[in-house]
């Protein structure tokens, strides 16, 4: 048996959107129903290099398919400047649960990037308005990309508004996506008054404010990612219909980590989990719901899931560098 390698090109080539939405909204049911173990994402602080490492290892089982592994990443502010190397860098092993060979070792951040893109698909097909257009962008870095992308897999979007401190940033997500959507830069503002809005962003300090949304606007909150990170106003997250990923890890480090630390937030201002909207047990959005937010923190089953398709597919098209990893003469 052969372990196979998967640069960033072999997942991105081995992933088509639409099974990566798919697989992922099987993940969140899988969780929901009790048929995913999950333990908590767990940290390594490492001071001296400003930066940590996070292990998220899980195990689902869809029903069709199970799938277990574990993803190794880590956030390093510095690395760009010191280092020339990405923020976050992630691998991920994929084992096959029945024996524990590990099948594929994979690049983690390009996983990511997908699974990310497609947590948001999920929440936004069950949130948004049927007849959402209009895609606002906050945050213009790598992760923009998948959002616009997935989101575009599950609604009609045809304008999108980017906006970015970083104006080559902006220019490179236009320049990428201008031949398929009508696309502008602009402020928060003009990028909050679409029908869709993600925020991919890392501040500390609010960005978006109530007055900047309409009541039919859904928001995927995916920037927060750490204790204290906050893209949006208080008073914008508890006028909203809102929904988490996962209550854990949401009041932990999500976008709601803030206000919940403070006693801004409740309990009692959640509507739901993703999962209980995916499997039917709660209603997503109906004709009297107005403003949704999605917070999103990034769930280890949805690397698993996200490598189930990669992994697949890899087979199917013979792709891949396959290595001989475990010496099976061993027992």
């Given at each position: 048996?052969?372990?196979?390698?998967?640069?960033?090109?072999?997942?991105?080539?081995?992933?088509?959107?639409?099974?990566?939405?798919?697989?992922?909204?099987?993940?969140?049911?899988?969780?929901?129903?009790?048929?995913?173990?999950?333990?908590?994402?767990?940290?390594?602080?490492?001071?001296?290099?400003?930066?940590?490492?996070?292990?998220?290892?899980?195990?689902?089982?869809?029903?069709?398919?199970?799938?277990?592994?574990?993803?190794?990443?880590?956030?390093?502010?510095?690395?760009?400047?010191?280092?020339?190397?990405?923020?976050?860098?992630?691998?991920?092993?994929?084992?096959?649960?029945?024996?524990?060979?590990?099948?594929?070792?994979?690049?983690?951040?390009?996983?990511?990037?997908?699974?990310?893109?497609?947590?948001?698909?999920?929440?936004?097909?069950?949130?948004?308005?049927?007849?959402?257009?209009?895609?606002?962008?906050?945050?213009?870095?790598?992760?923009?990309?998948?959002?616009?992308?997935?989101?575009?897999?599950?609604?009609?979007?045809?304008?999108?508004?980017i906006s970015d401190?970083?104006?080559?940033?902006?220019?490179?997500?236009?320049?990428?996506?201008?031949?398929?959507?009508?696309?502008?830069?602009?402020?928060?503002?003009?990028?909050?008054?679409?029908?869709?809005?993600?925020?991919?962003?890392?501040v500390t300090e609010?960005?978006?404010?109530?007055?900047?949304?309409?009541?039919?606007?859904?928001?995927?909150?995916?920037?927060?990612?750490?204790?204290?990170?906050?893209?949006?106003?208080?008073?914008?997250?508890?006028?909203?219909?809102?929904?988490?990923?996962?209550?854990?890890?949401?009041?932990?480090?999500?976008?709601?980590?803030?206000?919940?630390?403070?006693?801004?937030?409740?309990?009692?201002?959640?509507?739901?989990?993703?999962?209980?909207?995916?499997?039917?047990?709660?209603?997503?959005?109906?004709?009297?719901?107005?403003?949704?937010?999605?917070?999103?923190?990034?769930?280890?089953?949805?690397?698993?899931?996200?490598?189930?398709?990669?992994?697949?597919?890899?087979?199917?098209?013979?792709?891949?560098?396959?290595?001989?990893?475990?010496?099976?003469?061993?027992?």
């Amino acid at each position: 048996m052969e372990t196979l390698l998967l640069d960033h090109e072999a997942v991105e080539a081995n992933a088509p959107m639409a099974d990566v939405i798919s697989a992922v909204s099987d993940a969140f049911a899988a969780y929901e129903r009790g048929n995913a173990q999950m333990p908590a994402k767990s940290y390594i602080e490492l001071d001296r290099y400003n930066g940590d490492f996070r292990s998220m290892p899980a195990y689902l089982d869809a029903g069709e398919w199970d799938a277990a592994g574990i993803k190794w990443v880590n956030v390093h502010p510095e690395n760009a400047q010191k280092y020339d190397l990405p923020t976050v860098l992630g691998t991920m092993i994929y084992s096959d649960p029945t024996n524990a060979f590990p099948l594929a070792i994979m690049d983690g951040t390009a996983l990511t990037r997908l699974r990310t893109g497609a947590a948001a698909a999920v929440a936004t097909d069950h949130l948004a308005v049927e007849d959402a257009t209009s895609l606002g962008i906050v945050g213009a870095g790598v992760q923009s990309y998948t959002q616009l992308e997935a989101i575009a897999a599950v609604r009609p979007i045809e304008e999108v508004v980017i906006s970015d401190l970083d104006e080559e940033r902006v220019e490179r997500f236009v320049d990428r996506y201008s031949d398929a959507f009508e696309i502008t830069a602009g402020s928060v503002a003009d990028a909050a008054a679409c029908d869709v809005l993600s925020t991919v962003t890392p501040v500390t300090e609010p960005i978006v404010d109530r007055s900047m949304v309409s009541d039919h606007t859904h928001i995927n909150a995916i920037g927060a990612d750490a204790p204290g990170k906050h893209e949006l106003e208080d008073q914008l997250l508890t006028e909203s219909t809102l929904v988490i990923d996962d209550f854990e890890q949401t009041t932990h480090s999500g976008e709601i980590n803030v206000p919940w630390s403070v006693g801004a937030l409740t309990d009692e201002d959640i509507h739901a989990a993703l999962g209980e909207i995916v499997v039917g047990d709660i209603t997503g959005r109906t004709a009297d719901t107005g403003l949704t937010v999605f917070d999103s923190t990034g769930l280890a089953i949805q690397d698993v899931a996200a490598a189930h398709v990669v992994y697949g597919r890899a087979q199917a098209e013979e792709n891949g560098r396959p290595v001989s990893l475990v010496d099976t003469t061993v027992r």
